[in-house]
């Protein structure tokens, strides 16, 4: 589901809870070696003296950078998996939704998930749009919608004409 490898995220959390303990550092003063909290060494990188090598650095970090990565890859997958704010078909079972407006009641059908998130948005905005205007200001904009929509060419032809008075005032 994730990717075309096998999920290894459960041998991964099983070897890391296998170590005794990983708490794990470069011991001061032969950074080379890798040593668990009580001394004992957990790697040997074959060098000594203080200066900190990065392999020994990523050693030293591994079990809390893989713990870390393996909260984080769980917790996406929970965020992946949770179930939508609205309650949609998923992706791969969707037919239709339906969408009923809490504040006017108007309802309105999709069948793409593209679709019904353009869908509300419209009608949200729409709500928007409508809040800020006053009676008559409603009644022109009815008027004006009504003629612009029944009559694209119009629509196009007066815009033009529009943007082009608005280049060359007269
Ligand atoms: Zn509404």
């Known amino acids: 589901m ?3 490898f096998a999920d290894r995220l459960d041998e991964i959390q099983a070897r890391l809870a296998a ?17 668990d909290i009580t001394g004992q060494p957990v790697a040997v990188l ?14 030293a970090h591994a079990p809390d950078d893989i713990a870390w990565l393996a909260a984080e890859v ?9 179930p939508r704010p609205t309650p949609l078909a998923s992706r791969t079972g969707w037919d239709q939704a339906n969408f009923r407006c809490g504040q006017c009641g108007a309802q309105r059908t999709a069948t793409t998930e593209v679709d019904y998130i353009r869908t509300v948005s419209a009608h949200r905005e729409a709500h928007a749009v409508f809040d800020r205007l ?6 022109g904009m009815g008027s004006i919608l009504r003629t612009l929509l029944h009559d694209i060419p119009l629509s ?6 529009i943007e082009t008075g608005q280049q ?3």
């Open 134 to 139: 006053n009676l008559v200001e409603r009644s």
């Open 156 to 161: 196009t032809e007066l815009l033009t004409l």
């Open 74 to 82: 769980t917790r996406l997958r929970c965020r992946a998996a949770s």
């Open 19 to 35: 170590l005794p303990d990983t708490t794990w550092r470069q011991r001061p003063g032969d950074a080379g070696l890798i040593e």
């Open 168 to 170: 060359h005032p007269s």
């Open 2 to 4: 994730y990717s075309a």
């Open 46 to 59: 074959g060098t000594s003296g203080d200066t900190k090598l990065p392999v020994g650095e990523f050693i």
